[in-house]
């Protein structure tokens, strides 16, 4: 798959010869908002939700820029960053007879994220330049979790669960991305915002059962990047 996106990004980069290489080292804010549904095992109710830690983090990216029908201007970027994602259960205390009142991790899974964009722009502007396309997430688990899972004589469950949930996750997320730019001679500055098309969390077995979890995945992203080679098509000097 990713042999493929990569062909993908050299055809289009030799439709026109117009072209911007850039890498950059930018800094980032990830936000994961998550959802799931309820479950129900045999002997007891159980919740069960998906998150990602809201933490910054440093990515490196290395994006290209070309022409497309004279018109529009591609940019492709490939970045790699660490994420991580945890599944956590709502947990009784050990009074059987108590509900259930706190969450506590089953599975703790880092991954080594290489996320891969195709952003047309559509919007110029005298610097500044407003582009919009698809993205996609290629995560490989690097660290499974290593603890034991939580759980409570009373909850033995949470020990299928935690061994389930290591194979339950896509390891291909699509997004919508969209990015403001703004250029100041070699150097871009932006900001650019994902919102998941796809979910990070899939089906897992349960109770003998198969189950969903859907996550819904937001990401905020601010990129400072350098053009260390610029052509264009006439030979025109810029920048």
């Known amino acids: 798959m990713l042999k493929r996106w990569i062909y993908i990004l050299l055809s289009i980069t030799a439709l026109n010869s117009s072209a911007q290489n850039i890498i950059g ?51 492709q970027e490939l970045s790699i960053y660490q994420s991580s994602h945890v599944y956590e259960l709502l947990v009784p205390t050990n009074d059987p007879n108590s509900n259930f009142t706190y969450f506590n991790p089953v599975a703790h899974i880092t991954f080594t994220t290489v996320n891969y964009r195709s952003l047309i722009q559509f919007i110029k502007r005298h610097n500044f330049s407003f582009k919009v396309g698809p993205s996609l997430d290629f995560d490989f688990v690097k660290v499974p979790y290593t603890k034991p899972p ?90």
């Not at 549904?37 to 919740?47: C, D, F, R, S, W």
């Not at 990216?61 to 940019?75: P, S």
């Open 25 to 75: 080292l930018s800094s980032g804010i990830v936000t994961k908002q998550t959802t799931s549904p309820q479950m129900t095992t045999k002997t007891n109710e159980i919740i069960l939700w998906s998150r990602s830690y809201d933490d910054p983090r440093i990515f490196i990216a290395f994006y290209f820029e070309t022409g497309l029908l004279k018109k529009y201007r591609v940019k």
């Open 150 to 239: 939580y759980f409570s004589p009373d909850y033995p469950e949470a020990a299928e669960l935690e061994k389930s949930l290591e194979d339950g996750f896509n390891p291909v997320t699509l997004y919508a991305d969209v990015e403001v730019n703004y250029n100041w001679k070699r150097f871009d500055f932006a900001v650019s915002y994902k919102y998941s098309l796809t979910s990070q969390t899939g089906k897992f077995v349960y109770d003998g059962n198969q189950h969903s979890l859907r996550s819904t995945s937001t990401q905020l992203f601010v990129r400072l990047g350098y053009r260390f080679f610029v052509k264009e098509k006439n030979e025109n000097k810029q920048n």
